[in-house]
């Protein structure tokens, strides 16, 4: 039985011992065309004297979440990353065996358990909140080693990432969040970052539901250096997310409605002074219809330091029909003020024994002429602010949309 054994071995003991006689420390049972040399160290730098290039691709599969409350976005993607590992040795006779030509590059798929005697760039994103790996049966990750020393990692996951969101301008905002990666502690001189892909494909199946348009654009130069002071300037390789928010929901349920209730509010002008439970009806109902609004507007409208966009605008809808009200009730004021002098008038007047036949002859027609003067101001009181309000929220409308859009 032991003479067995070791005629099956001597096979494998003569195929090792070809390799150590040509520089190959393979990593058995893993890979038989890339090998670790002797000597390697998997907590060095790949290269010492140079710049080590890391290459950063996401391709964002979807955009699963954004939270406007922790102001947080979350999505599915391909997180690769690659780098040259210069020390590597590559074994051209069995690539010839295999059929791989050797004056191109080719991809070598790698058992995954590979990477743990590998070097690996030490990555860190901003701004980070969760990094999920996708599990299935095993982990959801590739490693690839081309035959000119570049190896790529690929991971699937589920990234979640900070953005410092501003709804001063809700719900007209734009948002811009800034995905950065780099390294932890190797400033630039050591490790450099470039972006290779940085792609979001459309699909149309969760954007309407995100309530957001999603663009991806390229780091702005000043986004792509980090600089830590006395430990240098870090490299960062990334993209930024613009997210413009779809307003057209908003000016159905919110802008329009509103706006019409405060031109419905201009008809109570034309409604004569002496109707009274007719017009006050109608300005207290529009007024408690827009208070609703806003409370559901407040509601459901992210936190900003000062009003966003829609509050201000419901606040001034608010405030045009509370003006028409206050129109009216000074027009009340002014009439019932008018009516209990002219009484208080007319009573000492009758009150003195001397003038009484002759004031009673006169004071109707005089009466009736001031009331008929009386109604005549009031109207032109009417007319001016029937006039005046349409230009005031027209003047209003110019100025809140090109102040929340340009």
């Given at each position: 039985?032991?003479?067995?054994?070791?005629?099956?071995?001597?096979?494998?003991?003569?195929?090792?011992?070809?390799?150590?006689?040509?520089?190959?420390?393979?990593?058995?049972?893993?890979?038989k065309e890339i090998c670790l040399p002797d000597g390697y160290s998997?907590?060095?730098?790949?290269?010492?004297?140079?710049?080590?290039?890391?290459?950063?691709?996401?391709?964002?599969?979807?955009?699963?979440?954004?939270?406007?409350?922790?102001?947080?976005?979350?999505?599915?993607?391909?997180?690769?990353?690659?780098?040259?590992?210069?020390?590597?040795?590559?074994?051209?006779?069995?690539?010839?065996?295999?059929?791989?030509?050797?004056?191109?590059?080719?991809?070598?798929?790698?058992?995954?358990?590979?990477?743990?005697?590998?070097?690996?760039?030490n990555i860190l994103i901003y701004?980070?909140?969760?990094?999920?790996?996708?599990?299935?049966?095993?982990?959801?990750?590739?490693?690839?080693?081309?035959?000119?020393?570049?190896i790529l990692y690929?991971?699937?996951?589920?990234?979640?990432?900070?953005?410092?969101?501003?709804?001063?301008?809700?719900?007209?905002?734009?948002?811009?969040?800034?995905?950065?990666?780099?390294?932890?502690?190797?400033?630039?001189?050591?490790?450099?970052?470039?972006?290779?892909?940085?792609?979001?494909?459309?699909?149309?199946?969760?954007?309407?539901?995100?309530?957001?348009?999603?663009?991806?654009?390229?780091?702005?130069?000043?986004?792509?250096?980090?600089?830590?002071?006395?430990?240098g300037n870090f490299s960062l390789a990334g993209f930024e997310m613009v997210l413009t928010r779809y307003v057209s929901t908003y000016i159905i349920t919110y802008y329009l409605p509103s706006g019409l209730f405060v031109i419905v509010s201009w008809i109570s002008f034309l409604i004569p002074m002496d109707v009274i439970p007719g017009r006050m009806a109608l300005l207290v109902t529009l007024f408690l219809v827009l208070v609703n609004i806003f409370n559901t507007v407040t509601t459901n409208t992210p936190k900003a330091e000062g009003l966003t966009a829609i509050e201000a605008w419901m606040l001034a809808c608010i405030l045009f029909v509370f003006g028409a009200l206050i129109e009216y009730a000074a027009i009340l004021f002014k009439k019932q003020r008018y009516v209990s002098g002219q009484h208080r008038v007319n009573l000492k007047i009758v009150c003195k024994e001397n003038f009484k036949y002759e004031v009673e002859e006169k004071s109707p027609a005089h009466q009736a002429v001031t009331m008929q003067q009386l109604a005549e101001e009031y109207w032109r009181i009417d007319k001016f602010f029937l006039k005046s309000f349409p230009i005031l929220f027209f003047i209003f409308n110019i100025i809140y949309w090109m102040a929340f859009i340009l």
């Open positions: 039985m032991k003479i067995w054994l070791v005629v099956l071995c001597l096979p494998l003991t003569g195929r090792y011992s070809t390799m150590s006689k040509r520089g190959f420390k393979c990593s058995a049972g893993i890979s998997k907590f060095e730098l790949p290269f010492v004297d140079t710049t080590n290039m890391i290459g950063i691709a996401i391709d964002i599969d979807e955009v699963l979440r954004i939270n406007d409350k922790d102001y947080s976005i979350t999505f599915s993607t391909y997180f690769n990353v690659e780098w040259i590992e210069r020390r590597l040795t590559v074994n051209h006779d069995r690539l010839h065996e295999i059929g791989a030509d050797n004056s191109s590059v080719t991809d070598i798929p790698m058992n995954l358990e590979f990477i743990r005697d590998l070097w690996l760039p701004n980070l909140k969760i990094f999920k790996v996708i599990d299935v049966l095993s982990k959801m990750a590739g490693l690839w080693i081309a035959t000119n020393k570049k690929s991971q699937q996951t589920h990234i979640t990432f900070i953005c410092p969101m501003r709804f001063d301008k809700f719900p007209l905002d734009t948002q811009r969040c800034k995905f950065q990666v780099g390294s932890y502690s190797y400033a630039d001189t050591k490790m450099k970052f470039e972006t290779l892909s940085a792609q979001y494909q459309k699909n149309g199946r969760n954007t309407i539901a995100l309530d957001y348009d999603i663009t991806i654009e390229p780091l702005a130069d000043q986004d792509m250096i980090l600089d830590y002071g006395s430990l």
